[in-house]
């Protein structure tokens, strides 16, 4: 199965220990062994999860069987909040990467946390908040911006949330920028020769991250 990832630079809603302490308490459960798919596209809306242990992929299945990963999700991360309160179908897959619990937040638990417990419904209307100003930000961020800029911006981001090491190709660096395998190439070869990132098989390593900022500011 052709796998492609196209990240996206919009976090996840993440629990911090009060928040995954109460759902822990009152949300119903579930394993998923690695492989199993948890939602398919067009699923109603009926509540969302939290991810207790494990990962999964946020994906979209085409028909010639391919797959695109736009995130992967761990422990303490929440997804389908924006699905559930907008009333929307579910718009992606979701596939367990391995044996994962998650935690089913139901609508009527999610009705009543929001009556009896004010810092749940804070929790999220801050969380979704954030996500739509970031969105926001991107869009005005990548307006007539250099294309070594908008990579230099997304490695940063990544790294910063992922860490230094990155796992993925320069390919799928092009597929979610929206540019030639060939341009992406061009660029990371100039940042490697700068001693900024070294790369290796599927493999991004930022080295300097102050000279990649400085691309950012370009």
Known sequence: MQRTYQLSEVPPTKADAAMADLLRRHAQARRFCGGSIIQQR??????FWLVESGSISICRFGLDGAVTIFGVLGS???YGELAHFGGMLRQ???VAEEDSVLLWVDTPLIDRLMVQEPA???WLLKSMANQLRIALERIHRDHGRTARARLAHLLH??????GPTLTMSQQELADHLGMSRVSVGQIVGQLVDEGIIQT??????LSDAAG?????ER
């Open 200 to 205: 290796g098989y599927r493999q991004i390593i």
């Open 92 to 94: 992606v897959d979701v």
């Open 120 to 122: 749940f419904a804070r």
């Open 157 to 162: 981001d990544l790294c910063r949330r992922n």
């Open 76 to 78: 303490g991360d929440l």
């Open 212 to 216: 990649l900022e400085k691309y950012i």
């Open 42 to 47: 067009g699923d109603s809306v009926e509540g």
